[in-house]
């Protein structure tokens, strides 16, 4: 079975500090995603990576960078932390090139509160 | 205009019986279309992937697709307390093995015992 995990399952950090969540998959899957899910809004997608040192802005990146160095891992930091950026971080993966992206495994969340 | 609409519910539907979930998006070279069940406090989970017109079956679930509506169901055969969830409707774009996955906000389904 794909495993996907992140680093903390709730993190509670103050306005400014800078935020790095981290995921790990070990499957083997060129592909990783960080959404975002919010009440009303669903999950949006923040950024996404096809492979190691490569990086895709989704739809909603503004305040938000990653680092994808080794292929099993995709970090997403937060520069400096702000309110609205109290949310649930999603990570995903998908593998190979014959199997579409839409086809994703997502990690257990990290409820990340910013006060 | 939201590219992936859902009724956000809830449904509510008697155990045993059929739940049927709905699902319209916008984009008219959508490609790949899926289905996810998220519990409470959970991670989604993929339950159903379609990719061309018509029905697939899987044990007591059942796709249905019609790209000329952009239209796309779900559908929960002899309904269970344990099917209750958010159920999430999911699109991909064009270019197979490049493209970016929009979700729509969910349907929440309650199976009442």
């Known amino acids: 079975d794909v495993k996907v995990t992140q680093s903390s399952r709730y993190l509670v950090k103050r306005t400014g500090e800078k935020v790095f969540l981290e995921c790990v998959q070990d499957?083997?899957?060129?592909?990783m995603f960080w959404y975002r899910q919010d009440p009303g809004l669903g999950l949006r997608l923040i950024y996404f990576?096809?492979?190691?040192?490569?990086?895709e802005k989704g739809d909603i990146p503004e305040g938000y960078s990653v680092s994808r160095e080794k292929k099993e891992r995709f970090s997403l930091i937060l520069e400096s932390a702000s309110t609205n950026q109290t949310s649930m971080y999603l990570c995903?993966?998908?593998?190979?090139?014959?199997?579409?992206?839409?086809?994703?495994?997502f990690g257990p969340g990290t409820r990340l509160t910013v006060t | 205009q939201k590219e992936v609409e859902q009724n956000s519910g809830p449904l509510s539907v008697p155990e045993g019986a059929i739940a049927s979930l709905n699902c319209t998006y916008s984009?008219?070279?959508?490609?790949?279309f899926f289905w996810y069940r998220q519990y409470s406090g959970k991670s989604p989970e993929l339950i159903m992937s379609?990719?061309?017109?018509g029905d697939k079956e899987d044990g007591r679930f059942t796709a249905q697709l019609n790209k000329a509506s952009q239209y796309v169901s779900l559908l929960i055969r002899d309904s269970q307390p344990s099917d209750s969830a958010t159920y999430l409707c999911?699109?991909?774009?064009?270019?197979?093995?490049?493209?970016?996955?929009?979700f729509g906000t969910g349907t929440r389904l309650t199976i009442i015992p």
């Open positions: 995903a993966s998908a593998g190979g090139r014959q199997v579409s992206l839409g086809e994703q495994y």
């Open positions: 999911a699109v991909t774009g064009s270019n197979f093995g490049n493209e970016k996955l929009t």
């Open positions: 984009d008219r070279v959508s490609q790949s």
């Open positions: 379609i990719y061309s017109n």
């Open positions: 990576s096809y492979d190691v040192k490569m990086k």
């Open positions: 499957m083997d899957h060129e592909n």
